[in-house]
């Protein structure tokens, strides 16, 4: 039997390994194609199930709310564009999805540790259950993301972004605001 510790540290290297980079896109403005079509075809990893037009996501960044993407690429090649977040001006998460190719790269907890860390991160998240989405389940048992009496899931996004520092190591990262 492997300790605990010793599976973490060999994930980890592995991980490592794989040298991978991400690139988180500010899809705020621009286009948003690929995000629309993530939100809506995505299911495993989707925060609450909900489908969106272009003209909701529009609405929502038109109020000042915001978009992001990511990409992810290793030593393998590219996944290609594989997480949308959708944030109104609230700070509440509508949208979250990541594709299910990404499972266990810790990409959610290295785009949220980098979200967390920025000003206006969120604060909420639209969390609803569906049949299909276990693996969001898994990531909202975080100790920084706590139900809420107004049927939201709270998130202290600073203990979050403290708590995964280590997550967003696992990538060399860069920034890209879109036009």
């Given amino acids: 039997i492997v300790p605990v510790d010793a599976?973490?540290?060999?994930?980890?290297a592995f991980l490592r390994g794989l040298?991978?980079?991400l690139t988180i896109h500010d899809r705020s403005a621009g286009d948003r194609t690929r995000a629309v079509q993530l939100i809506n075809k995505t299911n495993q990893f989707n925060l609450n199930g909900r489908r969106v037009t272009d003209d909701e996501v529009a609405a929502i960044l038109d109020g000042g709310g915001r978009l992001y993407t990511c990409t992810l690429s290793d030593r393998t090649g590219t996944h290609g564009e594989i997480l949308a977040c959708l944030i109104d001006h609230a700070?509440?998460?509508r949208s979250l999805v990541m594709s299910c190719?990404?499972?266990?790269?810790r990409v959610e907890y290295a785009?949220?540790?980098?979200?967390?860390?920025?000003?206006g991160a969120p604060n909420r998240l639209e969390f609803?259950?569906?049949?299909r989405n276990e693996p969001i389940h898994q990531f909202l048992e975080d100790a920084s993301f706590a139900s809420s009496s107004?049927?939201?899931?709270?998130?202290?996004?600073?203990?979050?972004?403290?708590a995964h520092a280590a997550d967003l190591t696992l990538f060399t990262y860069t920034v890209?605001?879109?036009t």
């Avoid at 190719?101 to 790269?105: C, D, I, K, N, Y």
């Avoid at 609803?128 to 049949?131: E, I």
């Avoid at 107004?150 to 403290?162: L, V």
């Fill in 7 to 12: 599976e973490g540290a060999d994930l980890t």
């Fill in 101 to 105: 190719r990404v499972f266990q790269r």
């Fill in 19 to 21: 040298t991978m980079s």
């Fill in 111 to 119: 785009f949220f540790a980098w979200l967390g860390d920025r000003p």
């Fill in 128 to 131: 609803v259950s569906t049949p």
């Fill in 91 to 93: 700070g509440v998460v």
């Fill in 150 to 162: 107004d049927g939201m899931t709270a998130m202290d996004a600073r203990e979050f972004a403290q």
């Fill in 176 to 178: 890209s605001r879109e």
